[in-house]
């Protein structure tokens, strides 16, 4: 792996970190500083992802347009920054991943604060997916610059931080949202849930210096077909998945779309069969983890986002209560999931490893079908009061969810499959929220948009897609690989650990 030495521990001196721990004999002096901007980066895009949806019936109103516009003012974003993703990846493993993730971040400001500014639904949409395209060189980054700073058994620490930020940040960016709407700073109303990822982004690039460059070992070239192949496949599919319930051509698009990302996967091993270089690591798709991980990760989002989009459009739409009280209602499911994260990954996950995603699993189905009992107990066109209980046990079992998971997901990773990876696992969970909203959402819409009936409805479809992710996880940790060089291992027990380079 090649490091830029600018800011690294000079040869012969003492490799202990001036902020604690027990580093590994490579330790890099300002991992743990740059650690947290690269954590503040996550979690702007995925604020920035589920922001929005609590602000997007007021964006409707203020905007004007059609009502089928408030849906395209998030999965405009997700959709680019799906779109965009491996191509970002392999820009990271080319240019150097600080580079082009200082190059993103300055590029997400200064779009956040255009669409802040947006004079209509239009240009609001086509600024949220640039935005988008910034934020998908910015994420894939994340794994291969933790990895130039950590090592030994800091890296399995580092890496386990992801999830919870990940998982929290989706979580309160609807509650942020409804906060910020309601309080009208300034008489900027929506348009400061967009602007505030402007001081977010300054506090980054203020620390991002201290990064520590990374590259592939070898450098690879970039793939303009295996881009053009998996842009189009994913196009096809998502889009009409977006828009509700696809008719008839929509179904032919998402089958074209299917077809195409076969003809995708087919041109990546013609490729590297060929001694090319092609966009995704074709290492990474043998064997069971690495593949099974990405299901996990497309259903759980989906489930994740399906359910939160639910409880939105039913408290603004169903009960007309506005956007504060729908931020307030997911409150209970953001206070569980940090809760749940923090003893995960500071005592669980140590002790129990792996197992602890299956109980997260668990813990989410108990907390849906809550849910579904609130909603039921509740006379129509009231507030469901049992809901925060029920939300609660859902962000419980978010919480146990994410640190084991992507630790475990990237068990088996080589550093010259790093880049890859992290366009992988980024990509599928912006697909899975994407579908997640359209697919839920949809189910929810299909109704009268107003009912306790249609809420249980989603959230019962929610639950299918759950029993789903269940699967996908027991597959996925039921014979663990370990390959040399890899992020770190999983033990027989279930364990997750980390090992040096």
């Keep these: ?198 001081p977010l982004a300054v506090v980054v690039l203020s620390v991002a210096r201290r990064l520590r460059e990374d590259r592939a070992p070898v450098r690879p070239r970039l793939d303009p077909w295996g881009t053009a192949l998996a842009t189009a496949g994913i196009a096809l599919v998502v889009c009409p998945a977006t828009t509700g319930t696809p008719g008839p051509l929509g179904r032919a698009a998402m089958s074209v779309g299917a077809a195409v990302l076969v003809l ?73 999931l940090a809760v749940a994260s923090w003893a995960a990954g500071a005592y669980l996950v140590p002790r129990y490893g792996t197992r602890v995603m299956h109980a997260g699993v668990a813990t989410l189905a108990v907390g849906l079908g809550g849910a579904v009992l609130a909603y039921g107990a509740a006379p129509p066109g009231t507030y469901p009061n049992a809901l925060p209980c029920a939300l609660v046990v859902a962000g419980l079992g978010t919480g146990l969810f994410t640190p084991p998971f992507f630790t475990a997901a990237l068990s088996g990773v080589g550093p010259q499959e790093t880049g890859s990876a992290a366009g992988l696992l980024n990509a599928v969970q912006q697909l899975g929220g994407t579908l997640g909203v359209a697919v839920v959402g949809g189910v929810y819409l299909a109704g009268d948009g107003t009912s306790r009936d249609a809420a249980q409805t989603a959230l019962g479809t929610a639950g299918a897609v759950l029993a789903a992710t269940a699967v996908a996880a027991v597959t996925m940790t039921a014979r663990p690989r370990n390959r040399a060089g890899g992020l770190g291992r999983v033990g027989g027990h279930g364990r997750v650990g980390g090992h040096g380079r």
Excluded: K
């Design 1 to 198: 792996m090649s490091h830029d030495t600018e800011h690294g521990t000079p040869t012969g001196a003492d490799p202990r970190g001036e902020e604690g721990g027990t580093p590994a004999p490579s330790a890099y002096r300002w991992r743990w500083s740059a650690l947290a901007a690269v954590l503040v980066a996550e979690a702007m895009n995925l604020l920035d992802t589920t922001i929005v949806q609590v602000a997007g019936p007021v964006i409707h109103t203020d905007l004007g347009g059609p009502e089928a516009a408030v849906p395209w003012f998030t999965a405009s974003y997700t959709l680019a920054f799906a779109l965009g993703l491996l191509t970002g990846a392999r820009l990271g493993d080319i240019a150097g991943r600080r580079r082009v993730f200082r190059i993103g971040v300055t590029a997400f400001a200064v779009l956040s604060l255009a669409c802040a500014l947006a004079p209509d639904a239009e240009v609001l949409i086509a600024l949220r997916a640039s935005q988008g395209a910034a934020a998908a060189l910015v994420i894939p980054q994340t794994f291969g610059l933790i990895r130039a700073m950590f090592d030994g058994d800091e890296l399995p620490r580092a890496l386990g931080t992801i999830g919870p930020v990940m998982g929290l940040s989706a979580v309160l960016g609807p509650v942020l949202g409804g906060v910020l709407t309601r309080a009208d700073l300034f008489g900027m109303s929506w348009r400061v849930c967009l602007a505030v990822n402007l």
């Design 264 to 336: 995708f996967v087919v041109h990546q091993r013609r490729t590297a069969r060929r001694g090319g270089a092609p966009l995704i690591e074709p290492a990474l798709l043998r064997g069971r983890v690495f593949p099974a991980a990405l299901a996990t990760s497309t259903l759980f989002f989906a489930v994740m986002n399906g359910v939160m989009i639910t409880v939105v459009l039913q408290v603004e739409l169903g009960l007309r209560r506005g956007p504060l009280t729908a931020g307030l209602t997911l409150l209970p499911w953001s206070a569980g």
